[in-house]
């Protein structure tokens, strides 16, 4: 069965009890949307929360079928169990769990929603530092059908700061994000980075930002600010040249190989070898 989630490219934070930014939801071109029961809410809307994110579940028609998935609060909290309960019976086929520390905590979750009758898929987010330790075995739980890497968490568990004082990113995330993305590679799970900036309207930055992000191997990114969402979707895609690229490196290399020979060289003198034929597969099954 394919996994819907290998093809998100931006997942964004909807403001489930900001009416003025819901209504526009519609119009933002990600491709899934988490509904936040979390971070998002303050401690007295919690209960109305709940049942906007409710009615949102019964009600895809509202994203036009694109893929949505609930964020309750964790179990330790006194909002944790009735939120996944609800948003379970509700129809929910995939919830989020946040802070993830270990696969004790996917299957923590699946109990509550096995006791609704249901039985999702989860996104598991990696953000604290036994999340980072615990990655392979939390990403390699068969329930779990993406990941998100939450800096912002992880940086405040740890101890070290976000940014550098020129506003870089912190180069100790450097570890936690490819322990991330490698475990989610052997586990054939996607994983979504976020690109934090001290600027958030500072696009060009972001955008620079975003693109580090794929550079390291995360599928997709994250987002909470709307214009961040089409840098995302950019940077996510093939270019047309990409795919012209792509289509040419397959026909040669399969040429090749039905030739005999072990690797060929492109017309700009590159060396085209099997990882490049697997990379310009991959963008291929990315393109749009």
Not at 14 to 31: E, F, G, H, T, V
Not at 71 to 94: E, F, H, I, K, M
Request: glycine share 6%; hydrophobic share 45%; proline share 7%.
């Amino acid at each position: 069965m394919t996994n819907p989630w290998k093809s998100v490219r931006c997942l964004f934070e909807s403001p489930i009890l900001d009416d003025r930014k819901w209504a526009r939801l519609p119009d933002i071109p990600a491709d899934a949307f988490i509904l936040d029961l979390e971070d998002a809410v303050p401690l007295d809307g919690k209960e109305r929360a709940r049942g906007l994110v409710v009615e949102a579940v019964q009600d895809p028609s509202y994203f036009a079928g694109r893929l949505t998935v609930p964020r309750p609060n964790p179990l330790s909290t006194r909002w944790g169990r009735d939120d996944v309960l609800a948003v379970t019976a509700a129809g929910a086929q995939t919830l989020m769990i946040a802070k993830v520390d270990s696969a004790r905590d996917i299957d923590d979750v699946r109990e509550v929603c096995l006791e609704a009758g249901r039985d999702p898929t989860f996104v598991a987010s990696i953000e604290s530092a036994l999340g980072v330790l615990n990655a392979r075995e939390i990403l390699a739980h068969p329930s779990v059908v993406a990941a998100t890497f939450g800096p912002g968490d992880l940086h405040v568990d740890v101890g070290m700061s976000l940014y550098e004082p020129d506003g870089s990113e912190n180069p100790g995330l450097l570890y936690p994000k490819v322990a991330t993305i490698l475990a989610g590679v052997a586990a054939n799970v996607p994983v979504l980075g976020i690109a934090f900036a001290p600027n958030l309207k500072d696009l060009v930055d972001v955008g620079a930002r975003i693109a580090a992000e794929k550079r390291l191997g995360f599928s997709g990114c994250c987002a909470f600010y709307p214009p961040h969402v089409s840098l995302i979707n950019a940077a996510f895609t093939p270019s047309e040249a990409d795919v012209a690229h792509a289509h040419e490196v397959i026909q040669l290399y399969e040429a090749a190989v039905a030739d005999g020979k072990p690797a060929v060289q492109l017309s700009s003198g590159e060396a085209l070898l099997m990882h490049q034929y697997k990379e310009a597969q991959t963008t291929l099954a990315r393109a749009r």
